[in-house]
């Protein structure tokens, strides 16, 4: 399995951007699909989660900016982020929760994680 990411950049402070994330490989299903992000010297935090049934989650930061949605026949997730700040400058990681199959019956879930895409927000 395989999580490949796009969409990051530069822009100024208020502008958007939207990230993708598509998964590919030998997938049975996704259970939850989402976004992190790392900044310099900081720990990696969430930033917002969608679930198999489509519940989504954010971190209280991004809340009311950034919008997370899903195309489950792409096996892809995207982040619209709005408004972007300074702040919201960090290395952005796709990651995943999928279900493989194994053979004779078998699956196994486990956690994937994409390459990281920059997003830089000039003040």
């Known amino acids: 399995v395989q999580l490949v990411e796009s969409g990051g950049g530069l822009v100024q402070t208020g502008g958007s951007l939207r990230l993708s994330c598509a998964a590919s490989g030998s997938i049975f299903s996704i259970n939850a699909m989402g976004w992190y992000r790392q900044a310099p010297g900081k720990q990696r935090e969430l930033v917002a989660v969608i679930i198999s049934g489509g519940s989504t989650n954010y971190a209280d930061s991004v809340k009311g900016r950034f919008t997370i949605s899903r195309d489950n026949a792409k096996n892809t997730v995207y982040l619209q982020m709005n408004s972007l700040k300074p702040e919201d400058t960090a290395v952005y990681f796709c990651?995943?929760?999928?279900?493989?199959?194994?053979?004779?019956?078998?699956?196994?879930?486990?956690?994937?994680w994409g390459q990281g895409t920059q997003v830089t927000v000039s003040s």
């Open positions: 990651a995943a929760s999928i279900t493989t199959a194994q053979g004779m019956g078998v699956m196994v879930a486990n956690d994937y």
